[in-house]
Nanobody, 128 residues
Framework: QVQLVESGGGLVQAGGSLRLSCAASGRTFSNYTMGWFRQTPGKEREFVAGISRNGGNTGYADSVKGRFTISRDNVKNTVYLQMNSLNAEDTAVYYC?????????????????????WGQGTQVTVSS
């Protein structure tokens, strides 16, 4: 089992920044590809960003490309999501997710059902 705990959400004005963190425990963190997803009421969970096991490769949704940056620290067992130039459309509950493997250089997948473990989520609200 992998336990994931997100933090760093909150209320921010449009144009502002937030950094989300997700602390992992329970298994060898570097064996897991990590991702961030978000969800608003009535909508399916949406891929935001993914990062490979070694941190060398990343992938982003078009809607956040150039504004968000995913990173990881395999010593601290933590994955981060730096969010800049936030707008009202970024308001959502943000979840981190872990997928075992598959390759050290793969940043994962956009399909939420491919991930094995999930955090409880952290609310991000952007006021316009």
């Amino acid at each position: 089992q992998v336990q994931l705990v997100e933090s760093g959400g909150g209320l921010v004005q449009a144009g502002g920044s937030l950094r989300l963190s997700c602390a992992a425990s329970g298994r060898t963190f570097s064996n897991y590809t990590m991702g961030w997803f978000r969800q608003t009421p009535g909508k399916e969970r949406e891929f935001v960003a993914g990062i490979s096991r070694n941190g060398g490769n990343t992938g982003y949704a078009d809607s956040v490309k150039g504004r968000f940056t995913i990173s990881r620290d395999n010593v601290k067992n933590t994955v981060y999501l730096q969010m800049n130039s936030l707008n009202a459309e970024d308001t959502a509950v943000y979840y981190c997710a872990a997928m075992y493997g598959p390759y050290s250089t793969s940043w994962g997948t956009t399909k939420h059902y491919e991930y094995d473990y999930w955090g409880q989520g952290t609310q991000v609200t952007v006021s316009s």
